[in-house]
C-alpha cells in the first residue's frame, strides 16, 4: 500500500516538475531580453540526440526520445509564436534550426538501427512529432492573439518555402478560414469574441502563405490538375484533406485539397474584400486598418500569376488569362 502512495506521489511530483518547466519557458519567451536564451535551450534540443547521446556513447530509450523530440518541437512552435513575422533574424534563425536538422542522415535508436517513430517517420529527415506540434497549434487558432497566430504563420510559410516541405495543409486551413468562411470584415474597436475573429485579423497570415507558396503552386497545380483531367489519382499531400469552406462551396468549388478553382476563387475573394469601405482602426495613430488596400493589392499580384500553364489545360476550371499592368497601375 505504501509503495503504491509512494509511486502515485513520484507520478505527481514528476507532472508538476514538468509543468513547472512549461511555465518558466513560456514566461522566458515572454521577455525579449531571453531571446538568446530561448534560442540556445531549442538549439540543444535539437542537437542533444545527436551530439551528447552519441558521442559519449549514452545509451536511452526511445520513449526518451520520443518525449525529448516533442518537448523541443512544441518548444520552438511556442517561440515561433512570440516572434514577430518581420523579425526576419529570428524566424529565419528558428527555420534555419529546424532545416538543418530535417538535412542530416538517421540517428540510431537503441537497437542501433534508424530511429522510426509512430507512422514511420525516421528522425531526422521526417521530422518525427514536429507536424504533430503545428497540429495542436492550429488547433488552438481560436485563443491565439492576431500577433501569434500571424507570426506562427510566418514560421510555418516559411520553412515550406526554404525547405520545399509539403505544409500546405496548414496553408490551406488559414487561407480558407480567411477567405473561405462567412466572418465580419472587421472587429471594429472591440475584440472579435474566440472562434470568431474578423477577416482583418486573419489576413495577414493568409498573405504570407500566398506569396510564399506561389513556387508550389507553380510546380504542383498543373501536376494535380492534369491528373484529374486524365482521370488518374492526383499526387498525395498538398492539403489534400481540406475540405473547401462554406464560401468557396457556394463559389463552385467543389473538390478537397489544392486546386485552380479554389485559387480562382481566392482571388475573387481578395477582389470582394478590396471593394469594401475602409474601416475604422483602433483609433490610434498609424493604426490605420489596410485590410481592403492589402486584398485589393493581392488580388492583383495573384492576377498576373501565369503559372506556366500548359496549352492543353486552359479548359480546366478556374483558368483565367494572366493580367499585365502597366506601370501607371491600368
Not at 511555465?23 to 525579449?32: E, G, K, M, V
Request: proline share 5%; glycine share 8%.
Amino acid at each position: 500500500m505504501a509503495s503504491n502512495l509512494e509511486q502515485a506521489s513520484e507520478v505527481q511530483r514528476r507532472q508538476e516538475k514538468s509543468e513547472q518547466a512549461r511555465q518558466r519557458f513560456l514566461d522566458s519567451i515572454a521577455r525579449s531580453t531571453d531571446y538568446d536564451w530561448i534560442m540556445q535551450n531549442i538549439r540543444f534540443g535539437i542537437e542533444y540526440p545527436q551530439q551528447v547521446y552519441l558521442q559519449h556513447g549514452m545509451k536511452r530509450t526511445d520513449e526518451q526520445l520520443r518525449s525529448q523530440l516533442k518537448q523541443t518541437w512544441w518548444k520552438t512552435v511556442e517561440a515561433a509564436k512570440l516572434y514577430p513575422a518581420d523579425d526576419d533574424g529570428r524566424q529565419y534563425k528558428l527555420i534555419a534550426w529546424v532545416a538543418g536538422a530535417r538535412a542530416r542522415g538517421t540517428v540510431p535508436s537503441t537497437t542501433q538501427d534508424a530511429y522510426v517513430a509512430d507512422g514511420g517517420k525516421i528522425l531526422w529527415k521526417d521530422l518525427p512529432f514536429f507536424e504533430d506540434a503545428l497540429e495542436n497549434a492550429w488547433a488552438d487558432e481560436a485563443n491565439l492573439s492576431k500577433e501569434k497566430w500571424t507570426n506562427l504563420n510566418a514560421f510555418a510559410s516559411g520553412l515550406a518555402q526554404v525547405t520545399g516541405m509539403d505544409l500546405m495543409q496548414f496553408g490551406l486551413q488559414t487561407i480558407k478560414a480567411t477567405l473561405e468562411e462567412p466572418r465580419p470584415l472587421s472587429s471594429g474597436n472591440t475584440e472579435s469574441p474566440a472562434g470568431h475573429k474578423s477577416v482583418a485579423e486573419l489576413l495577414p497570415a493568409a498573405i504570407l502563405w500566398l506569396g510564399r507558396s506561389y513556387s508550389f503552386f507553380k510546380v504542383m497545380l498543373p501536376i494535380i490538375e492534369r491528373a484529374i483531367k486524365e482521370g488518374k489519382q492526383p499526387p498525395t499531400g498538398c492539403g489534400s484533406g481540406i475540405a473547401p469552406g462554406e464560401l468557396a462551396l457556394a463559389g463552385g468549388v467543389t473538390r478537397d485539397g489544392l486546386s485552380l478553382a479554389r485559387q480562382h476563387f481566392w482571388r475573387h475573394r481578395l477582389i470582394e474584400i478590396g471593394q469594401q469601405p475602409t474601416q475604422p482602426g483602433s483609433g490610434n495613430e498609424g493604426d490605420r486598418d489596410t485590410t481592403a488596400e492589402t486584398a485589393h493589392e493581392w488580388s492583383r499580384r495573384m492576377a498576373t500569376w501565369n503559372l506556366n500553364w500548359p496549352i492543353d489545360m486552359k479548359d480546366v476550371p478556374g483558368y483565367e488569362e494572366p493580367i499585365e499592368y502597366k506601370k501607371d497601375g491600368t
